[in-house]
Structure formats: C-alpha cells, structure tokens
C-alpha cells in the first residue's frame, strides 16, 4: 500500500497545492480538499492489493479447515447471518 501512496505522490501536480496555499487555505484544507482527492485512486488499488492478499491467506486456511482465528470469526459470522435470516431455524 505504500508504494501505491509513493506513486500517486509523486506523479501529483504540486502547483494544485501551491495554489490552494496562495488563497491562504490552511493545510488542514489543502490536504483534505487537493491532496486526498488525487490519492483516492492510489488508496484504493493498494487497498484492493492489501484486501487480495488477504483473501489469499483466508481460502487456504479455510480449505484446510484449519481453525485459525479468521476461520473463527468466519464461521461466526455466518452463523449470525443465518439467525438473523431465520431467527426460528437455528442450526
């Protein structure tokens, strides 16, 4: 994910905030207004990555059936699912 940030910084258009900067915005403002705005597509591919990779971790255990503390919190998580789906067929 901090290579995907590194690169949307560095391929940012710096004069975007300069300009926001001689309009005497503060940087508070300047970062969530110019700066965050062109990261959002460099957060969201490395979110993606970090979110694939762990995917990847999950199905191997979950294959093995392993019980590993993500499996845990999988299989609770379906069985709250079917309660609140069928509140009357508990299983």
């Known amino acids: 994910m901090l290579l995907n940030i590194r690169a949307g910084l560095q391929g940012m258009n710096p004069?975007?905030?300069e300009?926001?900067?001689s309009l005497s915005k503060g940087a508070v403002y300047t970062f969530f207004q110019i700066t965050l705005p062109q990261l959002r597509p460099s957060l969201a591919a490395?979110?993606?990555i970090v979110a694939m990779y762990s995917l990847q971790d999950f199905s191997a255990t979950t294959l093995m059936q392993f019980n590993a503390f993500t499996r845990a919190i999988f299989l609770q998580y379906r069985y709250?699912?079917?309660c609140?789906?069928?509140?009357?067929?508990?299983?």
């Open 15 to 17: 004069a975007l905030e």
């Open 46 to 48: 490395g979110g993606l």
């Open 80 to 82: 709250t699912l079917l």
């Open 84 to 91: 609140l789906v069928f509140p009357h067929d508990r299983r």
């Open 19 to 21: 300009a926001a900067r």
